[in-house]
Each structure stands twice: as C-alpha cells, then as structure tokens.
C-alpha cells in the first residue's frame, strides 16, 4: 500500500458447512453478500475452514462435485480440508481439488514421501497487499475417517507446522499471514486451534474450523492473535476486517453476520438456481421409495451413540441377515439421522448411513468379540461415536465393574460364546481396519466385502413385510447398586 494510505482487507469465512447448502445463510446469501462487500471494497477474500464436501444426499450423491460447482460459482478463494473431506478417499479429495478453481491447501497432510499432499498456502494480493493463507487439517482425521482415506498420510504436529508457514511466509515477504484450520477448540483434543495460537508467533489471524464453535465461546481473552469460528451449518457468516496503515497491520476485527441479518438480504439467484438444478438432477435417485415405517425410525446422536434404538437395531439385523454371519457389529456414530414415519425415502437412508460404508464380513475368536464389546461399551453411558451395535449376539454390561471388564453373559444366537471358536462376523470397512479404535477388528481373516451398507439396509426393508417399531434389546445394563 502507499505511503499514509489505510487499506481494508474484508475476510469472508465459512466452517463446517456440511452440505447444507440453503440453511442458515445459505450459499446464496454468502454470494450476495460477498457481491455487497466486494461492491464496497474490492479487498474481499472468501475462505472456508472444512468439512464442506460431505454430510447430505446433495454432496454424497456427487461425491463432493456438487459442493465444489457452488463454491466456484460463489467465488470462493481458498479453503482448508476437515476430517470430513476425507470421506471420498484421498484421490476423490485430490479430484475435486483439480475441480475447484480454488486452492485447497493444507501444511501438515504429509505423504510417504515427505511432500504434502496439497498446496501447502497461497499468496493472495489484494489491494497492493500480499495476504499469505496457509491450511492445517487435523490430526484426528487419522481416526476420523476410513482408515482407507488416509492410507500413506501422516499429519503433522499443527505447532511445528505452522511455525515452519510463519517462517515461509514471512521469506515471501507477506503483510499478513492467516492460519486456516480444521482443528477446533474442543477440551479432548490434544492439537486444537488453542495450542497453535499460544505456541506459533507471527500468525495475525486464525480461521478456525472442526468444533462448530461461534465467537461467543471461543476464548480469546487477552490474545492478539484471535481464532474466528462460525458455528456450523452455515448458520453464520463470519466476516473480519483487516486494516493496514501504510501496508502494515494495524487492526483485526472479526464481525459475525447472522442468519438474522441475513434475512433481509435477497439471495442470488444464479446459486438458487444452480442448488435447484443439482437437487432436482439428484431426485430421480433420491425420491424413489423404498418401504413404509408406522413409527419414526430413532437415529438421534444422543441416542445411538449411547444405547440402541429401532434403527439401530434394523441396520444390524439387516447386516446379519444378508450377510449370513454370527453377528453383526457397527458403529453408533456411523449412524448419522432419523427416518420420519411414513415413506421410506432413498434420500432418507443416504441421509442416515453417508459414509457409503461396505459391509464386511471376518472371522474373529472369541475372545475378540468379547474385546470388541469391551470397546464398543467402554464409554458407557457416555456417548461415543464407537458404540457397539450390534445383531446375532447379546450380552449384559455391568456397571458395577470397572471399564474393560464389564461385558459378560455373552451369546452368539443363543449359545453362550467360546473364547477359543471362530465366528464369522459382519462390521463396515471402517471399523473393519481399525475406525472408531476398535484395533482388535483390524486382525481377523477377511471372508467377503458384501454390497454398501446403504444398500443392504434398502434390500433388507425390501424385504420385510413390516418394520419392526421396537427396540429389540441385545444388551442388558445392570446398573451400579
Ligand atoms: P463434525 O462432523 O461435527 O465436524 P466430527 O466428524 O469431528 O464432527 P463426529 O460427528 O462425532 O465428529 O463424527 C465422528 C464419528 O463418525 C466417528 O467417531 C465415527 O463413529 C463416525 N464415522 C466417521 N467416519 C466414519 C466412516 N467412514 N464410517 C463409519 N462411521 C464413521
Ligand atoms: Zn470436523
């Protein structure tokens, strides 16, 4: 910038959107209201945190495609991957990468050969002003996803990481660095956004992304290196004001702009239409009917990550019966909505099991069973994206004991289970290499990958005269006397 001159840098940002492509502001409003700012001042750069490619029919149909076409047609300018960009696999990710015409960058997903998987950060100029952005991914994408997605990946220690960006960047002479992260602030994780900030000198700005935290609850108390973060769903639309006297930083002033003031906004209509266009392109597959439920099938966060529900129960039992196995096995977390009463839409299965999951069948002893179990209650009656559901076995869990030792009783269709026998058990290729911790299901013979998890959950509908609207229980809790 030129000498006495201030110039204002706007950045838009955006995190875990998910897919929902028209809730809150909606990509439409984003649009407009990026045109309104662009109008104003012309230093505008638009940025997402991750986990934007995946969530509902409308990105899984496409594997992502649909997603990154609204994101071109917006305007965006950079974004950082989440765990959940992952989900397609790393070749799918590279692909829509290709696809975007927009880098997507991150610093710490690191390949075999020590290079990184993507553009480590971009240089945007705007206003005379060399912006430097550079992506960071968690690491907890290692158990996040399919193991299978992230096969030769390591991710880099965030801290050591983004001090290595600073020092880059700063060579390149930049005017201000920004960090865009999908690391989050939550208390169980080891690498949050927190860490970054209080160990990393030289970022001016952190855009943060993966705990769905809003302003309001991010700490930043007596910090001059900030963390924005916009909740989730599209639910706002974060905005920070960078000003610079004589092309140095001088202020970092984050804004949030609401799905309430968006509401006054006119959406554009050249994003309406094109959403419109995919979902309607995608509804010869999504509204085709695939049974009937008198009751609402319960796949609530809260409770299949806590215990079992008709649902869950429906899916298990369903992965038993085509599969011909012992049991069947799966994770609560992987079980991601409810199906309403009445029609049993495709839409709503895809909605349910997103992660286009196969179901595969091994043979474990015993005795690993009865380790899986362990796990899969572990957290009892805490939720956990682990929770075992299960089919073809029933067992108690005694609250009374410690964690590890409490699943006893157990039993393969009826018949108390051998720790020395072999059973043919069915689980879904996430859990089946190690998802969700379960280290014990990645040993085991493999006997045969079956169909998708969506699919065969469709075929065994099909196949019921009724759906059963009971929980059907496999496990009995003994509470603590
Ligand atoms: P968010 O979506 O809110 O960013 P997150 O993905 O970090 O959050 P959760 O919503 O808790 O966290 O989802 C993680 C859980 O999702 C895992 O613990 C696991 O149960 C389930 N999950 C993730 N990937 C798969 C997969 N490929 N197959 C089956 N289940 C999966
Ligand atoms: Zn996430």
Known sequence: AEEGNVTTVTIVHTNDTHSRVNDGVGFPKISSKVKALKEANPNVILVDAGDTFHGQTFATISKGESIVKVMNAVG??????????????????????????????????????????????????????????????????????????????????????????????????????????????????????????????????????????????????????????????????????????????????????????????????????????????????????????????????????????????????????????????????????????????????ITVLPFGNYVIVKEYTGAQILAALEHGTASYPELAGGFAQVAGATFTLDLNKEAGKRVSNVKINGVPLDLNKTYKVATNDFMAVGGDGYEMLKEGKLVAELSALDEILIEYIQSLESIPAEVRPRMTVIEKT
Do not use: C
């Open 76 to 349: 965006y300018d950079v974004m950082t991957p989440g765990n959940h960009d992952f989900n397609y696999g790393q070749g799918r990710l590279l692909e829509l990468a290709g696809l975007a015409q927009f880098p997507i960058v991150s610093a710490n997903v690191v390949k075999a050969d020590g290079t990184t998987l993507l553009e480590p950060y971009v240089i945007k100029e705007v206003g005379g002003l060399k912006i430097g952005i550079f992506g960071l991914s968690t690491p907890e994408t290692a158990v996040k996803t399919n193991p299978k997605n992230v096969e030769g990946l390591t991710f880099a220690d965030p801290v050591e990481t983004a001090k290595k960006m600073v020092k880059e960047l700063q060579a390149k002479d930049v005017d201000a660095i920004i960090a865009l992260m999908h690391l989050g602030i939550d208390k169980e994780s080891t690498d949050t956004s927190y860490r970054v900030r209080d160990n990393v000198e030289g970022i001016d700005l952190i855009i943060d992304g993966h705990s769905h935290s809003t302003l309001d609850t991010i700490d930043n108390e007596g910090k001059t290196t900030k963390i924005v973060s916009t909740g989730e769903y599209n639910n706002n639309l974060g905005i920070v004001n960078l000003t610079f006297e004589n092309g140095e930083l001088k202020s970092v002033e984050p804004v949030v702009f609401s799905s309430e003031a968006a509401a006054e906004l006119e959406a554009d209509a050249q994003i309406s239409d094109l959403i419109a266009a995919v979902t309607e392109e995608n509804k010869v597959i999504t509204s085709v009917v695939v049974g009937k439920t008198d009751v609402v099938l319960d796949g609530a966060r809260e409770h299949v990550r806590g215990g079992e529900t008709n649902l869950s129960n429906l899916i298990t039992d369903a992965m038993l019966t085509l599969s011909g196995a012992d049991m069947a096995i799966t994770n609560g977390g992987g079980i991601r909505a409810s199906i309403d009463a009445g029609d049993i839409t495709m839409e709503e299965v």
